[in-house]
Structure formats: C-alpha cells, structure tokens
C-alpha cells in the first residue's frame, strides 16, 4: 500500500516544516515538497501536525491482579491507543511469582495477538534471583530490553538488594529497569493508621501515600544505582519532591530517566472528593496542582524523558470489590486513548510546551531510549511508517462513553480538550481515517534492541 501525506506540518527531529511524506510497503520513502506520486490513499493535511507514531511507555492490558482482570485486554486497548494517535505500547508483561520470564514472555505474545497497534514488552519482575538473571541474555535474544521492579504491592515486591543485583546485571547487558518508587513499610503503617481511625473512603488513598511516600522511594533508588553504577528509570513519577531527588542524581552526575503520566499533570487530588471516586484511586495517587505545575515545568525544561499513561484500566463494578476499604480497590485508571490531546491541551495549548517538545515526549525519546530508533520515532526516508496526522483544531470533551476502550469510567470524564489524532498511519497502512478506526488488527511486536542512550 502506498500513501501520500500532503501539506502537512512535519514534526521530527526537534524541528518543523512544511513538506510532503510518501510511503511504500510500510516504509516512508520520500519527503519533500510537492510529490507527485501516484498512492492508494491521498491525505490532505493541511493545518495539521504529521508526526512520528506515538509511543505510549506504560500500558497493563490483560493483566491479571488475582482478585480481578483489567477490563481491557490487547484487543481493546491497543483499539484505544491507535485511535488517540498511539501507534506502539509498551505492554508489561508481567512475572509472576513461580513463573518464568519466558512462560511470562509466551503468555504476553498470546495475549497480544490480534492487536490493533503495534507493541513491544517490557517485563516486570515479581522475584530476583539467579534464575531470573540467567534468563535475562534469552530476554534480550527475543527482544525485551527492559523491566520493572516494584517497591511495593505484596505480590510484586522486591527489596532493596535484588533491585541493586538487578541493576548490575540489566545494565551489563544494555537494559533499563523501571521502578515503582514507593516506600512500602511506611504506607502499609499509615494504612494500618487510617484504618484504626475508621477513614476507609477513597480520599484516604492519597493520604497513606503522600508525596514524601514517593519522594523516599526516588531518593532509595537514586543511591541504589549510584552503588550498582548503573543508570535508574524512575516509572510514574507524580511529585515534586520526587523530581527534586531525581534532579539531585543528575547533577551528580547519574543518567536518570524520568517518566510521568498525564493524570500527574492534569487532575488533582480534589477529584478524590467526586462522586465515584474510586476510578481516582491508582499508585502514585493524584496529587496537589503544584505538583502538576511541577511536571509541567519538569516538561518544559526538558528534565522529563517520556509520557505513558499507565493505562490500566477497571469497571466500576470491579472497582466496587475494595467495598468501601480504600486499599483493596483494585489499583489503575483508563488513559491510553487521551495521551496526546492531553499533553497538547495543557501542554502546547497553554504555551508550556513547543509542539517539538510535544512530539519528543509522546515518541522520539522513548524510541531512542527503548531501542526502536531510527526506525520508529522519526520521520525520514528508511524510516518505519508509523504517523500520526494530529489535527489542533478539533475539541470535545472526554468520556468513556466516547472512548474505545472498554471500561464504564474514565479519569477525565468531562475534560474538554483541543487536539485529535485525525488520521494514523501504521505499518504503512491508514487504520485510523478521519477519526474512525477504519482497520483492526494491524499490530506487529516491535523486537527492540538493547543500549544505554547516554
Ligand atoms: O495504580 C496503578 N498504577 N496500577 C498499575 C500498576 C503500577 O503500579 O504501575
Ligand atoms: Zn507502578
Ligand atoms: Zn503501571
């Protein structure tokens, strides 16, 4: 299939301009101005940002908590991503406890089968041990270059010396890890305190976890990579507090990458206070508007690597399980749909961000730092044609009746945004028209290759 892009503003490689993009077999084959090839499909786009495929770095589709399934899974969610302009996820696939990385691995690939974006894994890991580390070179072999390690959630936890073997052995290899930074003792003390006092209602989510619960998560992992000598991937990160510590380890001179998540820049912890809001209650929890100024800030000046959503999404009759106990509802929100026109809205809309900024956060850095750059990530000749054709001019107001994904709530219900992805071309083929899904099924696993970006 050959398609030609016309008049469209390009957004690549931290610069814009006017010019055409043709594509041929899933591959772009020219930019110009004024290409006068022949196509199957013509897309006219004029006043229109034409920009690298997004990458979405954090998505749990299918992930079985035990008590529950996320309520989307690869069918539903990778419909959700394509159509908001996400033409890659990176899915985690999940180890669990008496399970190798490689059943984990197989288990991912059969889940995914089908998928209407493209998708790579990172695997999170849910014990270290020799094992484990002798399965990392097969990880990479098949590749996954990159994992996760959680300070908290008692099925998932490590401690702090398996984090620090972790990190030696993933970066001797070329590999990140991804931690979820919390101080657990402390949060199940304060859990342990609310409860005794009787405050069980969603708003005390956010207070068991306040920010300094992150913040010494951040700083622990700050010095844990510092003695591995390796760099540190902070996921999620909701708090200034925790950036500042961050920000300590770069200017020791540490590689740190840092992602954040929409909901961390757009919605406060006063949503705790709404009707339902159990659909609020995720880890990070929301947190004040300072601390989203904060990310915003973190954003502009260029301290923040990449944007996921952490997309991991539940009903409202699965979030109903914590019955009243704010700890036992199932953790996560729906976001993979309205990464994008998030970010434009309270991004470049409001003046925080260039649109060069924008598409560096949503694609380019996460493709050079996860190992799918050049390929993806960019658009030049040689390039995979993965596009996303992102019209500003469009407005409505998010809602989950509107969303593809398949969940009765979304976070941003009622949020009005500007911005759409208006036509996605992915693989070379145009699977998102004019805002409508127009091909299912599309998606191919992105095999990344390791490397530390320094
Ligand atoms: O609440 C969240 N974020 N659930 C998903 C698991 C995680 O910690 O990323
Ligand atoms: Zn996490
Ligand atoms: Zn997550």
């Not at 889940?111 to 484990?132: D, I, L, T």
Request: aromatic share 8%; glycine share 10%; proline share 3%.
């Amino acid at each position: 299939m050959n398609i030609l892009v016309r008049n469209g503003t390009i957004v690549s490689d931290g610069r814009s301009f006017g010019a055409d993009i043709y594509t041929e077999n899933g591959w772009i084959k020219e930019i110009g101005q004024k290409i006068s090839q022949s196509a199957d499909e013509v897309i006219d786009a004029t006043g229109m940002y034409v920009m690298p495929g997004f990458i979405d770095t954090h998505t749990h589709f299918d992930l079985d908590l035990g008590v529950t399934i996320t309520a989307d899974n690869f069918d539903t969610g990778s419909k959700a991503a394509v159509i908001g302009g996400t033409t890659t996820v990176l899915d985690f696939a999940t180890q669990d406890r008496g399970m190798t990385m490689q059943q984990a691995l197989e288990l991912w690939h059969k889940k995914a089968r089908g998928s209407s974006c493209n998708y790579g894994f990172h695997m999170a890991v849910s014990e270290w041990n020799a094992e484990r580390e002798a399965e990392l070179d097969l990880m990479v072999e098949q590749g996954v270059t990159s994992f996760k390690m959680y300070m908290v959630y008692d099925s998932m936890k490590a401690d702090d010396g398996q984090i620090y073997s972790a990190l030696q052995a993933a970066a001797k290899r070329g590999c990140l890890i991804g931690v979820h930074c919390e101080n657990y003792e402390v949060l199940q003390a304060r859990i342990a305190e609310l409860k005794a006092e009787g405050k069980t209602s969603p708003e005390y989510h956010a207070v068991s976890r306040p920010n300094d619960v992150e913040a010494e998560g951040i700083a622990r992992l700050m010095r844990i990579a510092r003695l591995a000598k390796t760099p540190a991937w902070v996921v999620h990160l909701s708090t200034r507090e925790g950036l500042e510590e961050a920000l300590r380890a770069r200017a020791r001179g540490q590689l740190v990458r840092l992602e954040t998540c929409p909901q961390y820049f757009v919605l406060d912890d006063s949503a705790y206070l709404q009707k339902d809001a159990e659909r609020f209650i995720m880890s990070p929890p929301l947190r004040k508007r300072a601390d989203c100024d904060a990310i915003l800030c973190a954003m502009a000046k260029g301290d923040i690597d990449f944007v996921g959503t952490d997309h991991c999404s539940f009903t409202m009759e699965q979030k109903a399980l914590g019955q009243g106990d704010f700890w036992k509802v199932p953790n996560g929100g729906a976001g993979v749909q309205n990464r994008a026109e998030l970010l434009y809205t309270y991004g470049v809309k409001t003046g925080m961000l260039t649109i060069e900024q924008m598409s560096s956060l949503l694609s380019e850095n996460a493709a050079k730092i996860f190992g799918m750059y050049p390929e993806r990530g960019r658009l030049a000749t040689g390039c995979r044609a993965d596009i996303t054709v992102f019209d500003p001019n469009c407005k409505r107001e998010i809602s989950c009746k509107t969303n593809l994904h398949n969940c009765d709530n979304s976070p941003y219900e009622g949020v009005e945004v500007d911005g759409c992805a208006r036509h996605v071309v992915l693989n070379g083929r145009l699977v998102v028209k004019n805002g409508a899904l127009v091909e299912a099924g599309q998606g191919e696993f992105v095999f990344r290759k390791p490397g530390l970006e320094g």
